[in-house]
C-alpha cells in the first residue's frame, strides 16, 4: 500500500529516502502474478516515467494506467506523459486527456504519434508565419503586409 502522505524536501538525503521509498512502492504496484515478462517491463517503464515526472503514482493512477497499457504500447504512454510535462500539466487527467485524443484518432504507436505531433507543429509553425504574404482586411480588400509594413512606418502608399 502507498504512504498516503508524500513530501518535498529541498534536503537531498530527504529526497534520496523518498526516491528509496517511490522505487520500493513501484515494484509493489506491478502484480507479479498475473502478467509476467514483457508487460512487467513496460509498465515498470510507465510507473517509473510517471513517478520522476509528474509526482509519485496513486494505485488509482497506476490501475488508469494499466489499462491505457491495454489498448497502446508502453512508449506511447511514456510520450503522453513527456506532453504533459512539456505543456506544464503534470496530472493523471492531462495524460488521460491526451491518450484519448490520440486513442480517437487512431494512434496507437509511438511513430504515429511522434508523426501527429510533428505534423501539428509544422501546422501551427505554419499558420504563426505572417512576415510576408497576404490577406483579406476587413472591408475584404487584400493587404500585402510588405506594404502594411512599410505605410506603418510612416510611407506612402
Known amino acids: 500500500m502507498m504512504k498516503e502522505a508524500y513530501y518535498f524536501s529541498h534536503d ?29 517491463d513496460n509498465f515498470k517503464r510507465i510507473v517509473h516515467a510517471f513517478n520522476q515526472n509528474i509526482h509519485p503514482i496513486s494505485p488509482m493512477e497506476a490501475e488508469k494506467l494499466s489499462g491505457w497499457l491495454n489498448q497502446m504500447s508502453a ?17 493523471m487527467k492531462q495524460i488521460n486527456t491526451v491518450l484519448k485524443d490520440w486513442y480517437s484518432k487512431g494512434l496507437d504507436t509511438l511513430d504515429a504519434v511522434e508523426a501527429h505531433i510533428r505534423d501539428r507543429a509544422d501546422k501551427n509553425k505554419n499558420r504563426g508565419d505572417y512576415s510576408s504574404g497576404s490577406s483579406n482586411g476587413k472591408n475584404g480588400k487584400t493587404i500585402e503586409f510588405d506594404k502594411a509594413k512599410f505605410l506603418y512606418q510612416g510611407g506612402s502608399g
Not at 534520496?16 to 515478462?37: A, H
Open 75 to 91: 512508449d506511447v504512454i511514456i510520450k503522453a506523459i513527456e506532453e504533459a510535462v512539456d505543456y506544464n500539466a503534470r496530472s
Open 12 to 40: 537531498s538525503n530527504a529526497r534520496k529516502e523518498n526516491n528509496i521509498i517511490y522505487e520500493e512502492e513501484e515494484k509493489k504496484l506491478v502484480p507479479n502474478e498475473d502478467k509476467k515478462g514483457l508487460v512487467d
